[in-house]
């Protein structure tokens, strides 16, 4: 099968590859790209593991073709610190230890982010919807969820 | 696989047809790429329409709504005059999926995938949405309810695809609602589901009824004898059971791990039920 070039922008940065007609937009980020902050789960859009923005919107990138992405934005978990300065939801994942084995982790807060832009006060059953595609088999949500409002407290007073 | 961006619909269509091997058609991907994983099916052709002209668009027609194939959940329960007039469409389409999945799975894409629960079919049947295709010998409307013939399988032949979904105008003092029965909250497929639209007068009686069911047969059902069983009433007691009575009557459900056939038959007709008080209370009625 031949490769297709295509043009892209990655966290801001233009990037381009060169993909099969078939690879994912996920295996091209972690395969290609070597940017592995992004997780594959189930590879079928049922976990979230794989969370990237798409032109602003929230998707599972295993779901996305990598040739789709010509000319698109693409956001990754790589590009939410600020240089060496984490992203709020970030920091406070890691202060309240919303995390265990990880996995889940960067599909969860790039999804967190993409609500709290959306709903900057969200309710605790509102993020709870809004994280239903991510699953986590480690923490029971419950510190997630307190994560998330703790980082959502500290925004809107920011 | 080949990945085609065709120049138009027209281009796209005789693509299909002169394809001799199997082909696939790119919206949202939600399930086309799922397919592909589990390497269920192995496409030569993947074309992708979501570039052509309206088929990311919401656009007002004949005072009702054209939604371009490509629009995604997201963008529909995001528009709201589209809520307004349809308010049971927008939420069976919105309980797709995830919020990753709303960004990208469409309403045609739901209808052609032919599950018998998909959550936006019954929602689309009971409005009377009619599908625009564009087929390799030009375009044609074909009610939705017509398009899926079974699990998995469409009425549309080589070549075919939508290209939009047309919403018709609603009449004052008419609304509509969707239910689905899960053993969950949320991210379930629909063990059964009702859709029920409804027109009042002005004293509140029904002047026009559709029901549809879900996940209750081959196809997504329009209950036509329910439907009927409203007109003249304004959901007293006796409308009401021999709505639920049609409904039941209409079922023909299989026995799976996720639901009985007993089960999926009750469910159904409490749902149309249900659905239908809540259509009512939009609309205006007085319950």
């Known amino acids: 099968m031949k490769t297709l070039p295509i043009e892209t922008t990655i966290n801001g940065d233009n990037t381009e590859f060169l993909c099969h007609a078939d690879e994912s937009l996920l295996d091209v980020l972690r395969d290609r790209l070597g940017m592995t902050g992004s997780k594959e789960g189930c590879g079928t859009g049922d976990c979230g593991a794989c969370s990237v923005m798409l032109n602003g919107r929230l998707v599972c990138s295993c779901l996305v073709l990598a040739v789709e992405t010509q000319g698109a934005e693409v956001e990754t978990i790589e590009g939410m610190a600020n240089g060496e300065e984490l992203h709020p939801l970030q920091r406070v994942f890691l202060e309240e230890a919303a995390l265990q084995c990880g996995v889940c982790t960067p599909g969860i807060l790039v999804a967190a982010k993409a609500l709290l832009e959306k709903n900057p006060n969200p309710t605790d059953t509102e993020v709870r919807y809004w994280l239903a595609g991510n699953l986590c088999r480690c923490t029971g949500y419950d510190k997630i969820i307190k994560a998330v409002q703790t980082a959502a407290a500290e925004m809107r007073s920011a | ?287």
């Open chain 2, 1 to 287: 696989m080949r990945y085609v961006k065709p120049e138009s619909f027209e281009a796209a269509a005789t693509l299909l047809r002169d394809e001799d091997g199997i082909s696939r058609i790119l919206a949202g991907g939600t399930d086309v790429l799922v397919q592909l994983k589990a390497e269920m099916v192995e496409p030569d052709l993947m074309v992708d329409l979501k570039h052509l002209p309206g088929m990311r668009e919401i656009v007002a027609e004949d005072g009702g709504f054209r939604i371009g194939a490509a629009v995604s959940g997201a963008e529909m329960g995001e528009h709201a005059a589209l809520k307004a007039m349809w308010p049971g469409l927008v939420e069976g389409v919105e309980l797709i999926g995830s919020s990753q999945v709303q960004s990208r799975a469409t309403m045609a894409g739901n209808l052609c995938t032919g599950s018998p629960a998909g959550d936006s079919v019954p929602a689309m049947v009971t409005a009377g949405a009619v599908a625009r295709v564009q087929g390799p010998d030009g375009m044609r409307d074909v009610p939705v309810v017509d398009i899926p013939t079974g699990p998995g399988k469409n009425s549309l032949a080589k070549g075919e695809f939508i290209t939009s979904i047309f919403l018709p105008a609603r009449p004052a003092n008419a609304s509509d609602a969707y239910l689905r029965f899960i053993p969950r909250t949320e991210m379930d497929i629909a063990v059964s589901s009702a859709a029920v639209s409804l027109a009042l007068d002005s004293d509140g009686t029904v002047t026009e009824a559709h029901v549809a069911v879900g996940a209750v047969a081959p196809t997504v059902l329009l209950a036509k004898d329910a439907g009927a069983a409203l007109i003249g009433s304004k959901l007293d007691d006796t409308a009401i059971a021999a709505l639920v009575a049609a409904v039941e009557a209409a079922c023909n459900p299989i026995n799976d791990k996720r639901g009985t056939i007993e089960f999926r038959t009750t469910t159904a007709g409490v749902l149309a039920k249900r659905a239908a008080h809540i259509a009512y209370t939009r609309a205006g009625g007085q319950a």
